[in-house]
């Protein structure tokens, strides 16, 4: 059997992000959330609000970790596998990866260290400070690796010298067409993702009948937080789409399923697509729908696939159905949120079995929704690694043989099976104890030997 | 476009010390990983992981650093020594992953804690000497057509990289042992001056080994180093080193808690020194240097911009958080 070194390092990457993606889905909100939580205990004094937030951030701790060693492994992935792409595009994504080094990674590597095992040994503003550069941290990070990665969709800004991507503009590169929309996009979708894991857990705890008053805290926190944030993210995927009609069309015909150029398309509610016979089985379709979401006009005309050569043409399975799954989710988070304004009007936001059983349901629903937007992305940039100019196909070093890449994936496919399931008993573990007293909990605190509070220090500097 | 100005003195420069900086830091952080293993029990353990516990991952990042600024600086070397190093680097990643995860699995996950335990020793240990490897084959050569890697999987296997490797565990042993002086009392810490005379022994008997076998394998880097005035202008590296080697030795055997650790940094910092001598100015060595695998100076311009701004913040912060955790560790406090 001949193995492909394209497609198994395609299998191989696809594997490595997107179990890495899951933890700054979690992450980036979680930072956030632990800072404003610090913030409001350390300007209301209220010690219920430090609970939660030492609570938190224990489960912050260990995705954190996880995060940290499969993010290491990505760079170094755009040179084992993909060297022929590193070399063609690094005067272009090379300083905006190094960016988010320099101005993300060690900002939250430096400031975690302190917000875990800091407490005792800083000022609080100080703890708090920390708090807010691992946060500022975590979206740093996704500004900086959104504008690769958007660049990689939608390149502009650029000199071809050599068959080398050299700068032309760096204001254009960084802020390129799709830029604006993909961040807003997945900085909302992992916010919305935080919060509908730190619902999940405040229904579980109510259900259980345990901790109430900080399960009740985290609930309305949130919910108030999605019913803001859902909507808006709609608006948001809205416009994205717009954005792909108008730069990626070939995406856009494939997350459709549209193989003829046409006015007035209907949306195809569900199909299978079959690329060989270059039509649809079984569709479900509502007319005139599709023309009116994807360009706002009721005959606006869609390019359909069969524009576009063959070998220009991203698969279309994967794409039409994870993004009709990644929508159908946003549809039931819709849902909740509307329940929770009822709900909460009725002043029955914390007793409703049927409520609290469905927030839990859309905590894992909301990761699987991350991982479907980010397939129809991907797959949808296809057959391209630099969109319309850089082929998959030749982005992978000469010397990989489909053999070394299959031993490869395979060793990262076993470490992760151990890695992530374990991390996720851990976590489980975590929300299971709840939030403890602050006595009983001790993360490390010092490395120290007696327990100096620089508070104190702080004040005798002070004194004349 | 800016032809005047050549960046890539200043980039080697930067890139030289971020790589510098990870080898020293995540190469004590490896080091006390691999004595963790060594330790007698679950107490000294618990004391031994704290100790790096609140810094391990800023150290971890300089390798992130080391990676993108190659990649950005000198993306020709990037397309060339990373596919080269295709397994060490699945290895050395693998590694590093059960390394990372242990420190919170270890204390949160107690009924596999022997598990995590070995995680974290033999990470850190596969890790160095997957590093150390990678300095080997590095040092010995690629082969390349063009702007790609040529050469077939295990050509990174020879007798002088798998030295390297020994080698390697060796130093960050030695690095680690340096740390844990300074970081513990009692027992450990004697345990990590015994640790660390066996450790500085052997890195010497190494760095002998090496500093005879790359001048024999290269003619250039022999004449660089034995002609003359090269050899008087030169001389002062392998005196220092000895020096260095001496002083350290009597770090361990005295009362000294930072001496072992600045010594054992000081040999890293003139063996580093000594490879940068031997290669210069090669980034792939022997087919393309360091102006020849640069990357636009427009890339250099606008990424140095910021670097110089962001670097010393990064280096002022850090060292606060490091400043926060100073002193020794104890049992008491800390994971449990």
């Known amino acids: 059997m001949e193995l492909d070194p394209v497609f198994l390092s395609r299998l191989q990457f696809a594997w490595v992000v997107a179990w890495h993606i899951l933890l700054p889905a979690f992450t980036v909100g979680l930072a956030s959330f632990i800072a404003v939580l610090e913030g409001i205990h350390l300007f209301t004094g209220r010690e219920i609000y430090l609970r939660i937030s030492m609570f938190w951030i224990k489960i912050f701790s260990v995705s954190f970790g996880m995060g940290v060693v499969s993010g290491v492994i990505m760079p170094f992935q755009f040179g084992t596998n993909w060297s022929r792409f590193s070399d063609a595009t690094a005067d272009i994504l090379g300083p905006l990866l190094a960016y988010e080094g320099l101005t993300a990674f060690f900002l939250e590597a430096a400031f975690l260290g302190v917000l875990l095992f800091g407490r005792k040994l800083v000022p609080p503003w100080a703890h708090f400070t920390a708090a807010l550069m691992v946060a500022i941290g975590t979206l740093f990070s996704s500004f900086w690796i959104l504008a690769a990665n958007s660049w990689m969709q939608t390149p502009v800004g650029y000199e071809i010298v050599d068959g080398r991507f050299v700068p032309r503009d760096w204001i254009e590169i960084i802020f390129n067409p799709s830029f604006p929309y993909r961040l807003a996009h997945t900085v909302t979708a992992f916010y919305v993702t935080t919060a509908f894991a730190v619902v999940a857990v405040a229904a579980w705890l109510l259900r259980t009948g345990r901790f109430v008053a900080e399960a009740r805290i985290m609930m309305s926190m949130t919910l108030w937080l999605l019913s803001v944030l859902v909507p808006l993210q709609v608006l948001i995927g809205d416009l994205h789409g717009l954005n792909t009609r108008e730069h990626q069309p070939a995406k856009l015909a494939a997350i459709e399923a549209h193989w003829e150029t046409a006015r007035g398309v209907p949306l195809i509610l569900f199909a299978i697509p079959d690329e060989e016979a270059e039509t649809n089985h079984l569709v479900v379709e509502v007319p005139y729908l599709g023309s009116l979401i994807l360009a706002h006009s009721l005959d606006a005309e869609i390019k359909g696939l069969k524009d576009f050569p063959r070998e220009d043409r991203p698969p279309v399975a994967l794409p039409f159905l994870s993004f009709r799954l990644m929508v159908g989710i946003g549809v039931l988070m819709l849902a909740v949120v509307v329940a929770s304004w009822w709900l909460r009007y009725r002043d029955r936001l914390f007793d409703s079995p049927w409520f609290l059983r469905a927030c839990m349901v859309m905590a894992p629903l909301s990761f699987v929704a991350v991982l479907a937007g980010w397939t129809t992305t991907e797959v949808g940039r296809q057959p391209w690694t630099v969109y319309g100019l850089m082929r998959t196909a030749d982005s992978v070093p000469p010397s990989l043989t489909g053999s070394e890449v299959l031993v490869s994936l395979l060793g990262y496919m076993a470490v992760y099976l151990i890695i992530f399931p374990a991390g996720i008993m851990v976590m489980a573990k975590l929300v299971r104890k709840g939030p403890d007293s602050i006595e009983s909990d001790s993360p490390i605190e010092s490395g120290r030997p007696e327990r100096p509070t620089r508070v104190q220090l702080h004040s005798e500097g002070e004194a004349p | ?336």
């Open chain 2, 1 to 336: 476009m800016n032809e005047v100005l050549d960046f890539v003195p200043i980039w080697t420069l930067i890139l030289g010390l971020g790589i510098f900086f990870y080898v020293l830091l995540d190469g004590f952080d490896l080091g006390v990983g691999m004595l963790h293993g060594l330790a007698p029990d679950t107490d000294s353990r618990n004391i031994i992981m704290n100790s790096i516990a609140p810094v391990w991952d800023g150290n971890e990042t300089w390798l992130v650093l080391g990676g993108v600024g190659l990649l950005a600086a000198f993306p020709l070397a990037f397309a060339i020594i990373i596919p080269a190093l295709y397994f060490p680097i699945l290895v050395m990643l693998l590694a590093l992953v059960f390394r990372g995860v242990a420190f919170e699995f270890r204390f949160r996950d107690a009924p596999h804690r022997t598990f995590w335990d070995h995680g974290f020793c033999y990470g850190s240990a596969i890790a160095t000497f997957a590093q150390g490897i990678m300095l080997g084959a590095f040092i010995q050569g690629f082969d390349v057509d063009g702007r790609d890697f040529v050469g077939s999987t295990f050509d990174f296997v020879t007798p002088f990289s798998l030295m390297t490797g020994i080698a390697l565990v060796f130093g960050y042993g030695l690095l680690g042992a340096g740390w844990l002086i300074l970081k513990t009392e009692g027992g450990i810490q004697a345990a990590a001056r015994r640790h660390g005379k066996v450790c500085l022994v052997a890195v010497l008997i190494a760095v002998l080994i090496v500093s005879a076998w790359t001048p024999l394998q290269h003619a250039e880097i022999a004449a660089r180093w034995f002609s003359w005035p090269n050899i008087a202008l030169l001389a002062p590296v392998p005196i220092a080193t000895a020096l260095a080697a001496f002083g350290t030795w009597r770090a361990l055997s005295g009362r000294s808690e930072a001496g072992a650790f600045i010594g054992a940094a000081i040999l890293f910092t003139l063996s580093y020194i000594g490879i940068a001598i031997s290669l210069w100015p090669m980034i792939v060595p022997y087919h393309y240097s360091l102006w020849e695998a640069a990357s636009s100076p427009r890339t250099q311009a606008f990424l140095l911009v910021g670097t110089l701004f962001l670097l010393p913040v990064i280096l002022v912060y850090t060292g606060w958080s490091y400043w926060v955790f100073r002193g020794k560790v104890r049992a008491d406090i800390g994971y449990h």
